[in-house]
Structures are given as C-alpha cells and as structure tokens.
C-alpha cells in the first residue's frame, strides 16, 4: 500500500477550517484508490508568531524537508503586516525547496454561474503557470533613511534565463497535453525593458521548439482586459510571479469564486517536497463563522495526490466536486447558498466514498 507522509501546516483565519476537509477529503480519496496518508500537523502562522515573534522556528525547512509534499491552509492576520506572513513562511517555503512552477487553474463548473454573461459550463478552462521563485518577489532591494523624509524603497525584480526557460518550457509541456494546445504569455516589454525583454526571448525561443501549440503574447494591461471579454480564448498562460498571482485571482472570480482556487506550488524535479494550497488566504473577515468555501482547498488536495501519483485519489475529488456543483449540493454563501464550511466537506466526502 503506497503511504504519502504530508506535513500539514493549517495556519491563520479560515485556513484550520477549510482544511480540516480538505483531509477529510484526501482521506476518502485514497481510501478508494488504496493509499494511505499520514499527516503530521504544524502549529506555525500568526498565533505562533504572537508566542514566539516569528512564524516558525528556526529550523522549520529542515523539518519540512522530510515529508513528501506540504498542504498550507493560509497565512496571515489583520494586525501582522503581510510582508511578514510571507515573508516568515510561505516564500521561505517557495525558495528553499525550489517550487519555481505555481499552478493554478480556473474551470467554471456545470451549477456555477460566472458573473460574466453568458458562460456555458466547461467555456472557461485555464490553466496559469505562474513563475514562483524570482521575478518581482524575488525579495531584492533595501531601504535607507527610513521614517525620514528622504526614505529610499528599492525594490530590485530579478529574472534570470534559466528561471523563465523553465516555467516558460513548462507551460508548453502542458499544452502538448491539453485538447486545444494554446500558450499565452503574459509581458510588460514595453514598459520593462530589460527583465521582461528576456522573457520574451525565451518565450519566441521555446515557442520555436512547438510548432503545434498555438502563441500569443499579450502585454499585463491587454490581459486583464481579455481575461473578461474573451476567456473561454485561453488556454495555458505563463506569466511572471507578480502578473501571474494578479491574473489569477481574476480567473477565480470569473469561474465563480476565490472559494474555488485551487493551486500547487511544484517542485518539478521532485527533489524536494511541493506545497498545495489554496488561493484564498486567510479571509479575517469570516473567520469562526463556519462560512467559509472548503472546495478550493479540496481541490488543492486533489492536486498534492494527483503530484504523488494517486490520479486515481486525485480524480475521485475532482469528480465528487463536479458532480455536488452540478447537482445542486451543499454550498457555501459565496455560491449562493447557506451551507456550513463542514457541511460541504462531509457531502463531498459521502460522494468520494460512493454514498447517497
């Protein structure tokens, strides 16, 4: 019997909720498939952060770097500026382990309504490779005569040929897969001419090596315009580490909702563990409320299984979550409904085991 060991970091706001279904779910998943997961649970986040004024301790990668891959909740806290959340965990995480390939897809489902007019189910299906190491958060710069008047911010975006060939390869890698075999990338050459220059040589370079996939190349602005008048046109989209995380929560809302973005921050040698998250964050807002939408993380879990290798586990979810959107099932405010956060992961639950 396969046996995945996953280090399970819940985190801040809604993260412990939603993902605590989320392992509800991958359990049933793989009791089906004849896996078995065994999770190890984390305490770190903001809370932690509270006790010991920082997110994690000083040797949590070390630790991490045992498990076979990592399912994050969220992070971060209202009253923790973000660039420390992040900064204290997640984007430790991203560069230690190399998860250079961000992906995140937005498919709108049959029983979902886009707020866009007009979408029939399955129109919009993108999927976003998203560069994850370097790029605008690559955490470059400083700053000088800070809290005075003359205080100096730079913030340096780094963008090496070796970072944008693999992601850039990577997308095309996937739309060799995919029915309608389409990349689109995402720029800002004219504006940036030096790191996005680059991205766009290696861009026409790979885009060379695949004369079957179809190409386009839209500058940022073009994109979130297109995103709304013509996403069903998109395919697989590559974009930088900014552009991409911009672009992406776009894609969620048009599918439907941010309750339903999912993603997986890949390693692709498969040297070091992935991490599988939700897009959501940590939504403060509706924390302890038991309102909040466990489906993305659900999905997040289909993906870490579908990268171990389960497909069989990872397409038990995907199917269950279709078929509860389609059917009318529980859902959660943020769909139009008035379900609990446990109510809809109990009833995927029942669907992945085969229950009425």
Not at 120 to 130: C, E, H, K, N, T
Not at 283 to 311: K, R, V, Y
Request: one cysteine or more; glycine letters at 10%.
């Amino acid at each position: 019997m396969p046996q995945f060991q996953i280090a399970v970091i819940a985190g801040d706001g809604i993260g412990p909720e939603v993902t605590r279904e989320a392992m509800l779910c991958a359990d049933a998943a793989v009791a089906r498939s004849g896996s078995l997961i065994r999770w190890t649970e984390f305490p770190w986040g903001t809370d932690y952060y509270f006790a010991h004024g920082k997110m994690a301790p000083p040797e949590f990668l070390d630790e991490l770097a045992k498990y076979d891959a990592m399912l994050l909740g969220a992070v971060g806290h209202p009253s923790v500026q973000d660039h420390i959340t992040l900064n204290g965990l997640l984007l430790p995480i991203r560069r230690r382990f190399d998860q250079c390939v961000c992906l995140r897809p937005a498919y709108l489902y049959a029983g979902v309504e886009s707020p866009l007019r007009n979408k029939a189910p399955g129109s919009i299906d993108m999927l976003v490779f998203r560069e994850n190491t370097e790029g605008e958060y690559a955490n470059v710069g400083g700053r000088v005569y800070q809290g005075s008047d003359h205080d100096v911010a730079i913030q340096t975006s780094v963008f090496t040929r070796r970072g944008c060939e693999r992601i850039i390869r990577a997308a095309f890698e996937k739309a060799v897969t995919r029915p309608r075999k389409r990349v689109a990338s995402i720029t800002k050459s004219n504006a940036q001419g030096y790191g996005m220059v680059l991205w766009d040589e290696v861009f026409a370079a790979i885009a060379s090596e695949y004369p079957q996939i179809e190409i386009e190349s839209l500058l940022v602005d073009r994109a979130v315009m297109e995103f709304v008048r013509r996403p069903e046109s998109f395919d697989v989209v590559v974009a930088s580490n900014l552009f991409g995380d911009i672009l992406t929560d776009l894609s969620a809302i048009i599918v439907g909702s941010m309750g339903l973005a999912s993603s997986a921050n890949i390693e692709p040698t498969r040297a070091h563990p992935s991490l599988f998250e939700p897009v959501h964050g940590s939504a403060p807002d509706i924390m302890g409320q038991g309102i909040a939408n466990p489906l993305a993380a659900i999905l997040s879990a289909a993906m870490m299984l579908d990268h171990l290798g389960d497909t069989t586990g990872s397409q038990a979810i995907h199917s269950a979550v279709a078929e509860l959107l389609q059917t009318g099932g529980p859902r959660t405010p943020d769909l139009g409904g008035t379900s609990k956060t446990g109510e809809v992961g109990q009833a995927v639950a029942r669907l992945i085991r085969g229950a009425s």
